[in-house]
């Protein structure tokens, strides 16, 4: 990463932090609410960056990541729900339940290549919800019922509502994994996976250890939307089932596609699409039919389908590739 | 005939009112967020998308019924600003869209959030926020608890109720039951369960298979075959519309001709017995406690006329043989009321407290026998059902309205 680009990030990273404070100035403009959704936003953007490892940086595809980010919820959930352990302490454990089973379900997937394996991927999306309602862990996971939780308090009496802190909590939680992620990257394993994605021949002729690292990165990849699923947990303070179908999966591919293919900062700009979208899709479909006064009655996924299509045809790297193209053209320009 | 509605229901909200409400307190305007002298602002959400999108219908009735409102002066004066956002029947999205509605919106209450799983995603949160969660569309029995949560309030029978009621008139009235259970796994269909094996008792032995099915199965097939092969010869269909009208007709196809007991959920002419097939309908069995809009003999009561004229003029070219149409406009009726009764003291508190103060009030559009009764220990506003049969192209109700002792 080059000096300039760290100067961004860092100034962000501030802005970031110091924006909840203005909230005693602000109080519209930097509501309870807006936060709330700002940290749904910073856990769909994990989720994203989790599926942008195995994707984007190993050229393993998952339509099923939903799957990682329900286990990672239901952990937590279960953990806080039966055993009364703290939000925080949830989201290692989340992170090591979700590296297992990614690296367990990357092994037989080692097998699989490119549409095999998202169709593998698929099935896993779909199987989770109902094994989540199966009669044999209801004592678990509540069944159908889901399970009710607390919201995480304000911790040592610090002057912020909770959803200040839930905000400050999932910001900490998303710097963490980002430069965790960024340092992987940029050593001899993330140039690794890469030379996997890249040629998994040469890599293979090169000493690589391919299947370990296939099955690692899945192992990560799975943490990482693990813990935006345990973060949501403690965001939604409910889970069930319901809530982890099978679009859950999609939006992230969506994200993925949207924000830019193997690049960090594609991921949080996924993240924030998806839920954008997300709450605006209904305004913009009342929007073409009544002040547009086209008589369709479009749905929240045709608005997310139309403008998919757009920003492919538009940029294909996504958009974090779409602007860093447009910023190089702007200047050789000059 | 609207005229004449309207004076009965504001005569009965008068009497109600001074019954009620301490005269020194209805004297000067009181507001909580989301009330002004100008507007009242209501806050729904429901499926427009997603795998339940047919309840959508329910959404658009009450938007319409509310336009219907303001079209005729509002309430007191105030307009209805009705704010409905399409949850796709998903949990995690109502808690984001509801806080939208509760802290950005500011709204006075929220007024029929459809579905179990949804409305279990917001109690706590609606409670803690001390914010009114009115007559919710669903029908689990955990909606009328006053004691722990005194912001939330069901509206229709509980399932548990239902099919209570099934169990007893099914060790009633048919001889050597063999009972096959087809259930939508979720909180709905165990609801439902519980009540209906609390109804057989020590005769739980009676049901020979039990089946399941999601909610997002493309078909019940299987199921209804496995049921078929169990050799049972009474058919309990917890189901919802879909899957229900599936398997009436899946029954029917390979020649099982069990007695049937259909859910009042999934009791609509329009959307599950004339797709089944009405061949295939005939002789089933429900509950009901709305008037079903395909039954003739309410053709010329007040009550259905005026229902009749409102379709035509503010949902012209829907299908009026669609019951979640009646459903959304009893259910707004009520709300209507409730915040009728508030007068000019739009509080949260008072909101809640008019809506447990309904005694056998006659809401329009309830089978003739059946009123809303409400006090601060009785979270349930309907409590009463009537069994009904379907014959020829509708409902023909039998028997007597059969109440649950309030729970």
């Known amino acids: ?43 769909a953007s994990i989720a994203v960056l989790g599926l942008n490892l195995l994707t984007g940086f190993n050229g393993q595809f998952s339509l099923g990541h939903g799957a990682f980010y329900a286990v990672g919820a239901y952990t937590a959930a279960v953990l806080m729900d039966q055993l009364n352990v703290p939000y925080w302490a949830t989201i290692p454990a989340a992170a090591i339940v ?11 997937a080692l097998k699989l290549e490119g549409h095999y394996l998202a169709l593998a991927t698929f099935a896993l999306a779909l199987a989770v919800p109902q094994i989540l309602k199966y009669k044999w862990l209801e004592g678990l996971t509540g069944g159908v019922q889901g399970i009710v939780l607390m919201k995480p308090e304000v911790p040592f009496g610090l002057p912020l509502t909770e959803d200040q802190w839930l905000y400050y909590f999932c910001l900490i939680v998303m710097v963490v994994l980002f430069w965790a992620a960024a340092n992987m990257l940029n050593s001899r394993s993330g140039r690794a996976m890469m030379a996997i994605r890249d040629q998994y021949m040469a890599a293979d002729t090169m000493g690589i250890d391919t299947a370990l690292y296939k099955t690692v990165t899945f192992g990560i990849s799975a943490a990482y939307t693990g813990i935006a699923g345990a973060l949501s947990a403690s965001a939604i303070a409910f889970v069930a089932p319901d809530s982890f179908n099978i679009f859950l ?9 949207v924000g830019g293919i193997g690049s960090l900062t594609g991921s949080v700009i996924g993240g924030i699409f998806y839920v954008l979208v997300d709450n ?17 009655d479009l749905s929240a996924y045709t608005v997310f389908g139309v403008l998919l299509i757009a920003i492919i045809y538009l ?11 447009a910023w190089r053209k702007m200047r050789s320009a000059r | 005939m609207r005229t004449n509605r309207r004076g009965f229901v504001g005569g009965a909200s008068a009497l109600a009112m001074m019954s009620v409400a301490a005269p020194a307190v209805r004297a000067q305007k009181k507001y909580s967020d989301g009330a002004s002298d100008t507007e009242i602002k209501v806050g729904h959400t429901g499926p427009y998308s997603g795998p339940a999108s047919s309840y959508g219908q329910i959404g658009k009735t009450l938007e319409a019924y509310w336009k219907g409102v303001n ?19 998903n949990p995690a999205k109502i808690v984001e869209l509801t806080r939208q509605l509760v802290e950005q919106e500011k709204v006075l209450c929220l007024f029929n959030t459809l579905g179990t799983a949804n409305n279990t995603a917001i109690h706590k949160y609606m409670n803690q926020k001390k914010v009114p969660q009115l007559y919710v569309a669903t029908g689990a029995s955990k909606w009328g608890k006053p004691k722990e949560f005194p912001w939330t309030m069901g509206f229709q029978p509980d399932y548990h109720t239902e099919g209570v009621i099934y169990a007893k008139h099914i060790l009633a009235n048919v001889k050597d039951p063999k009972i096959g259970v087809l259930m939508q796994n979720d909180d ?31 078909t019940v097939d299987s199921q209804v075959i496995q049921l078929k092969d169990s050799g049972a010869n009474v058919f309990f269909n917890i189901a919802t519309p879909k899957a229900a009208a599936q398997a009436i007709r899946k029954a029917a196809d390979i020649g099982w001709k069990p007695v049937q007991y259909l859910n009042n959920v ?20 429900t509950a009901q406690y709305l008037k079903d809009p395909t039954d003739k003999q309410w053709e010329n009561t007040d009550d259905f006329k005026a229902w009749v004229a409102w379709m035509d003029k503010w949902m012209p070219g829907s299908n009026k043989a669609d019951a979640n149409h009646v459903f959304g406009f009893a259910v707004a009726s009520l709300m209507h009321e409730t915040l009728k009764k508030c007068g000019d003291e739009l509080t949260r508190e008072n909101v809640m407290r008019q809506a447990a103060n309904f005694q056998k009030y006659k809401l329009p559009l309830l089978l003739p026998g059946i009123t809303i009764n409400t006090s601060p220990s009785d979270y349930y506003p309907i409590q009463s059902v009537q069994l009904a049969r379907f014959k020829g192209e509708t409902w023909d109700l039998f028997g007597d309205v059969m109440s649950a002792e309030g729970s």
């Open chain 1, 315 to 325: 940029m294909p790297m996504g958009i974090a590739g779409g602007v860093a193209m």
């Open chain 2, 188 to 218: 709905y269909g165990k609801d439902y369960w519980d009540g209906f094996k609390e109804g057989l008792g020590k005769d739980s032995g009676k049901v020979v298979k039990h089946v399941t099915f999601e909610v997002t199965d493309p």
């Open chain 2, 71 to 89: 079209d005729a002066g509002g309430v007191n004066g105030r307009k209805i600003k009705f704010l409905t956002l399409d949850d796709g029947y």
């Open chain 1, 98 to 108: 979700c590296f297992i089973v990614g690296y367990l379900f990357g092994l037989p």
């Open chain 1, 249 to 257: 999966s999609i939006k992230f591919l969506i994200g993925l596609v």
């Open chain 1, 1 to 43: 990463m080059a000096s300039a680009s760290k100067k961004w990030v860092l100034g962000i990273v501030v802005l970031a932090f110091v924006v909840p404070l203005l909230q005693p100035v602000l109080p519209d403009v930097v509501s309870d609410y807006r936060l709330f959704l700002v940290s749904t936003m910073i856990i």
């Open chain 1, 280 to 296: 605006s899709a209904q305004a913009l479909s009342q929007f073409v039919k009544n002040d547009l006064g086209l008589p369709f």
């Open chain 2, 266 to 285: 999934s009791a609509s002419v329009g959307s599950v017995m004339k797709p089944a097939g009405l061949d295939n309908s005939q002789g089933i069995i």
